[in-house]
């Protein structure tokens, strides 16, 4: 199967499985503006798809919504410099109380609530159920992946004002 053809398929789960039209639009975005190149490519399989980077984040602590989307991000941005992860479909809006954004992160967060590994309205926290399936997605990663990870947790949630938050992923991001 082509990677195109299996960016298409989960085009289609986004819609039907997760209630996301915004995910499926952005993914077929990106397959109308790669067409040439996913064409060619095989088919990827993910080491960490969207609903294991939602585990891993949600391991640490109870996070507001604004932490949980700044903590799904950093953890996919780190985990994808190591791993072949399922695209998020982050994007930025600085001037908005929630900055960093993810409709597919959100379909599948709700997702993992119905299903009962997570729950949460304003501040989510994983289940029993999914702390199970967190810890069996982290003993996957190295110690030293597990140290970074937490320190990532660590700063996030020492960060208590909005402007705090963003000047740190600011920092994170143009810093490198």
């Given at each position: 199967?082509?990677?195109?053809?299996?960016?298409?398929?989960?085009?289609?789960?986004?819609?039907?499985?997760?209630?996301?039209?915004?995910?499926?639009?952005?993914?077929?975005?990106?397959?109308?503006?790669?067409?040439?190149?996913?064409?060619?490519?095989?088919?990827?399989?993910?080491?960490?798809?969207?609903?294991?980077?939602?585990?891993?984040?949600?391991?640490?602590?109870?996070?507001?919504?604004?932490?949980?989307?700044v903590m799904s991000?950093?953890?996919?941005?780190y985990l994808s410099?190591?791993?072949?992860?399922?695209?998020?479909?982050?994007?930025?809006?600085?001037?908005?109380?929630?900055?960093?954004?993810?409709?597919?992160?959100?379909?599948?967060?709700?997702?993992?609530?119905?299903?009962?590994?997570?729950?949460?309205?304003?501040?989510?926290?994983?289940?029993?159920?999914?702390?199970?399936?967190?810890?069996?997605?982290?003993?996957?990663?190295?110690?030293?992946?597990?140290?970074?990870?937490?320190?990532?947790?660590?700063?996030?949630?020492?960060?208590?004002?909005?402007?705090?938050?963003?000047?740190?992923?600011?920092?994170?991001?143009?810093?490198?």
């Amino acid at each position: 199967m082509s990677r195109l053809k299996q960016l298409l398929g989960e085009a289609i789960e986004e819609a039907e499985k997760y209630g996301s039209l915004l995910s499926t639009y952005l993914i077929l975005k990106k397959c109308n503006a790669e067409y040439d190149t996913l064409v060619k490519e095989k088919e990827v399989n993910y080491s960490f798809s969207v609903d294991d980077i939602i585990l891993t984040s949600l391991s640490y602590k109870e996070l507001s919504k604004i932490q949980f989307f700044v903590m799904s991000f950093l953890v996919c941005d780190y985990l994808s410099s190591r791993y072949i992860t399922q695209d998020c479909l982050f994007y930025f809006r600085w001037n908005k109380r929630i900055f960093i954004y993810s409709p597919r992160i959100e379909a599948h967060l709700l997702y993992l609530i119905r299903s009962g590994y997570a729950e949460g309205y304003k501040y989510f926290k994983l289940t029993e159920k999914g702390r199970a399936e967190a810890e069996a997605k982290k003993s996957l990663l190295s110690n030293v992946e597990k140290i970074k990870i937490d320190e990532i947790s660590s700063c996030v949630l020492s960060k208590n004002k909005l402007s705090e938050l963003k000047r740190y992923v600011r920092s994170y991001i143009f810093g490198k």
